[in-house]
């Protein structure tokens, strides 16, 4: 990657961040970034930091940042790594339920390995450094889960992942377990099923295949806003049966005939992956996995 060479480099450090559009707290909430992701550093405004994160850019405070060398940022690519699979969890500072927490962390995100495991914890690192345990049962091993998700039944998987979620609360810019806006609650649940699709409900639905015949498969986006021009300010996940599940107020799953908006674009992305249509497989990734000629 040429930036690479141009661009410093950091890993997330906190459960979820939140970027901004400035860097300011009063400037809107555009997204939120999981821990362990990788970020391309780009400038520095008091103790601000702009980024790019995959496809998107925006501000983030510095001290949800863990900056790296270019050195440091490839040994950590080919660091073994957990996944939490757990919605919440709390890192410990000993292998106990009563030991103290020294962090959170939640479903997405990214922990390195260090090989040690106690009575059914596992110690992990931090992207600052710090040490300490998570339950187990909790992780699972980031490339074999990555490797292993193309093998699910991802049109069940998707959308039942995300009606799981249901009472979830709204929020603008939400992206991770905490909080949900539209677009995010798309974007979690395919990067949980091993797929990255841009942030912003016009990018997603130009990705995959365009469904035309309102002969919606399990999986497939339903994108709402106006026909003529075509302009998308929502999205939601078909669930089959007529049912769809989206982030609406919070995660709710709706009949489409008792929906009071009307579908306006329809995209297929199970079956569309790494094609060149904007939608990625995790392992292609060269933000979480080193790919060939790096």
């Known amino acids: 990657m ?17 970027m901004r559009s400035g ?32 496809d998107y850019t925006g501000w983030v405070t510095e001290t949800a940042l863990a900056p ?42 990214i922990l390195r390995q260090t090989g040690k495991c106690r009575n059914g914890w596992t110690r992990v690192l931090l992207p600052d450094g710090r040490e300490g345990w998570v339950l187990s049962h909790e992780l699972m091993d980031f490339r074999l889960w990555a490797e292993t998700r193309s093998s699910n039944d991802l049109a069940r998987e998707i959308p039942g992942l995300a009606a799981g979620f249901a009472g979830t609360p709204y929020m603008w810019g939400g992206n991770t377990v905490k909080y949900f806006d539209c677009s995010g609650l798309v974007k ?31 999986g497939d986006l339903l994108f709402f806003g106006s026909r003529k021009p075509l302009k998308i300010t929502h999205v939601g996940i ?19 005939e008792n929906y009071e908006r009307e579908v306006v674009a329809a995209t297929r992305i199970l079956g569309n992956i790494d094609n060149d249509k904007g939608a990625v497989s995790i392992l292609r990734s060269p933000y979480y996995f080193r790919q060939d000629g790096e």
């Open 2 to 18: 040429l930036l690479a060479t141009l661009l410093g480099w950091a890993v997330v450090s906190f459960s979820s961040a939140f």
């Open 23 to 54: 860097p300011d707290y009063e400037a809107p909430l555009d997204n939120q970034l999981m821990m362990g992701a990788v970020v391309q550093t780009l400038e520095t405004s008091r103790y601000w930091v702009k980024v790019v994160a995959e």
């Open 68 to 109: 790296l060398t270019d050195e440091e940022k490839e040994r950590y690519m080919d660091a073994s790594k957990w996944i939490c699979v757990a919605e919440y969890s709390r890192v410990r500072e000993a292998p106990s339920e009563t030991s103290a927490p020294i962090a959170d962390i939640s479903m997405g995100n």
């Open 188 to 218: 979690f649940c395919f990067f949980m099923n091993g797929i990255l699709l841009p942030r912003n409900a016009s990018q997603q639905q130009k990705c995959g295949t365009p469904v035309t015949d309102g002969r919606y498969e399990p």
């Open 238 to 256: 078909y669930m089959g049966d007529g049912r769809m599940v989206h982030a609406s107020q919070s995660v709710k799953v709706v009949k489409l």
